[in-house]
């Protein structure tokens, strides 16, 4: 994600190509994200609440008659969600409540379902089916097909997630189909005062498993009160505590790219390398154990551009983690080593190798030919973490533009080609971009736009969606916008300061193609009209970038 030197293909742009509000804007953006950075390098930003999280817990109190002002705290978070536009909350809200279902709002489970990769599917409708289970919401006829619990190939995480669920579904039908290791599994997962993993969507599922099971009550009563230590202030509970180790990645990024200055780069990358794993890799929390490649990825890139001697021994490390996910396809999976590869993991490790110059060329090319054999007609890619198209789309366009030399029917070129043409054609009246087709604009979507539009010569597109991002800020620098985080996938989450982190990136992608070229008016009429504008130089312009 990081900025490379331009290509001495594309033009300076004059520096009132863009509005002249996007250095004060950036600046104020800056200063925001800067003010958010914590002694130790860390950017901490708490995971708002969730009405699913929220719905389980109150069910789980309901069953345990245990915390009766938590649960009315929790009740009126989710209250307020009985009307969500959002067809999942608006139903799991009203079920927890025990009020009636909409009639006019029923879940289209099979469009829901759709947002997910196909190689998750069965166990998101498994997990799905569980949780409408526990509310009593659950479709009679509906029945999980059996692979939706096989544990082979699963990382441990969903290795828990599926035998919690199979484990509820088994009591709420009388089924036989758990056993002692099962409950072990489940039971090793609690310990008070820390949830596993960070994860309290699994930390509620194993909690909800264990309630028939005859001796679990202490664990449960020990499981509740250590959930309701995250119980947030507006009542609900979140999905995870947090994700800082990803945030605080990506800002190091956006933050070189905006022109942030050495010292704070510096800083987040000493806190990224105590956070590193001994095997190389990076998880999205300090504290969760399993490593995946994008927090990976990302990190390598701070690193780098924090300086690749200065930290030399921890890239070698990652770029070993990296290696060893990838896979026969070229592409690379989120967590194991032999899972499916997905498209936007698979950028990002293309990314992240491409710090190495030429020594890792093949496995760039490689990874290029995967994420081409990927891309949609549309330029588009399957389903990722994000609930918006164009996340994806940036990434692998950036991966695509580091190749120089690219022929036009090579991989990177195809990549590129479609994935703009995509941006291109879906930009909204307003100048910025929505999740998907047809969707109203939002800062993360437009966002994601501009730092694709940011390797083209694409002026016009890029100051109409400069002028709706800057238009999303807050009087105090941040951005206002709707979330897109996917977890468990199809399930989305919001992480506030990502709309910041990701809207610098943007800012500092862009702001990197201006030079000191004067502005001077259109001629008119044959008249050779126009003065240089006396607009200043953005801050950022001119730093010497990394590639």
């Known amino acids: 994600m990081r900025i490379a030197a331009p290509a001495a293909y594309m033009p300076r742009w004059p520096q009132c190509a863009l509005p002249a509000e996007l250095v004060p804007a950036t600046a104020r953006l800056r200063s925001h994200l800067l003010n958010l950075i914590q002694p130790d390098g860390t950017l901490h930003s708490p995971c708002h609440s969730r009405v699913l999280e929220s719905a389980l817990l109150l069910n789980l109190l309901d069953r345990t008659r245990l915390e009766p002002a938590a649960r009315s705290r929790l009740a009126a978070y989710l209250s307020q969600h009985c009307d969500s536009p959002e067809p999942l909350d608006r139903l799991l809200a009203r079920a927890a409540l025990r009020h009636k279902p909409d009639p006019d709002g029923l879940l289209d489970v099979e469009r829901f379902l759709a947002r997910a990769p196909d190689f998750t599917g069965p166990r998101k409708r498994a997990l799905l089916h569980a949780v409408l289970t526990l509310l009593d919401a659950a479709p009679a006829e509906e029945i999980p097909a059996p692979e939706a619990f096989h544990l082979h190939g699963l990382h441990t995480w969903a290795r828990v997630q599926v035998t919690a669920v199979k484990t509820v579904l088994a009591h709420a039908h ?50 509740v009160k250590t959930a309701l230590s995250h119980q947030r202030p507006d009542g609900g509970m979140p999905f995870i505590h947090d994700e800082d ?56 890139e701070v690193l780098h551009l924090a300086g690749p001697d200065v930290y030399r021994a921890p890239l070698r490390r990652a770029l070993g983690a990296l290696h060893a ?9 989120t967590y ?28 760039v090319e490689a990874a290029l030919a995967y994420l081409a054999s990927q891309q949609r007609p549309d330029g588009s890619f399957p389903p990722d973490w994000s609930s918006s198209r164009l996340h994806t789309v940036f990434r692998a366009v950036l991966a695509a533009s580091r190749q120089p030399g690219s022929s036009a029917d090579s991989p990177a070129r195809r990549i590129i080609t479609r994935g703009v043409a995509l941006v291109a054609d879906c930009q909204n009246a307003d100048g910025g971009w929505g999740q998907q087709d047809g969707d109203p604009s939002d800062a993360l979507s437009t966002s994601y736009a501009l730092t694709a ?24 620098g941040s951005i206002s916008s709707l979330a897109d985080s996917i977890g468990p996938r199809p399930f989305g989450f919001a992480v506030p300061a990502l709309a910041d982190v990701f809207t610098l990136l943007a800012l500092g992608h862009l702001t990197r193609r201006l030079g000191p070229t004067p502005c001077r008016t259109t001629p008119m009429d044959g008249e050779h009209k126009g003065e240089p504008d006396t607009a200043s130089s953005p801050a950022v312009a001119g730093l010497p970038i990394r590639p």
């Open 174 to 223: 009388g089924h036989r189909l758990i056993d002692e290791g099962d409950l072990e599994l489940l039971r090793s997962t609690q310990r008070p005062g820390t949830v596993w993993e960070a994860n309290l969507l699994i930390h509620l599922s194993v909690l909800h498993a264990l309630v028939p099971v005859p001796g679990q009550y202490p664990l449960v009563v020990e499981g």
């Open 325 to 333: 996910l990838r896979g026969k396809d070229g592409g690379f999976p």
């Open 336 to 363: 194991l080593a032999g899972a499916p590869s997905e498209a936007c993991m698979t950028a990002a490790a293309a990314n992240a190798l491409s710090t190495q110059g030429p020594t890792h060329r093949h496995e």
């Open 245 to 300: 180790t990803w945030v605080t990645a990506t800002a190091g990024v956006a933050l070189h790219a905006a022109g942030a200055g050495a010292p704070v780069v510096n800083l987040i990358a000493r806190r990224l390398v105590a956070l590193q794993h001994p095997a190389g890799g990076w998880s999205f929390a300090d504290g969760v154990q399993l490593p995946d490649a994008d927090c990976t990825s990302v990190a390598v």
């Open 453 to 476: 539009l940011s390797t083209q010569d694409t002026r016009g597109p890029a100051a109409r969606g400069v002028a709706y991002l800057l238009s999303q800020q807050r009087p105090d």
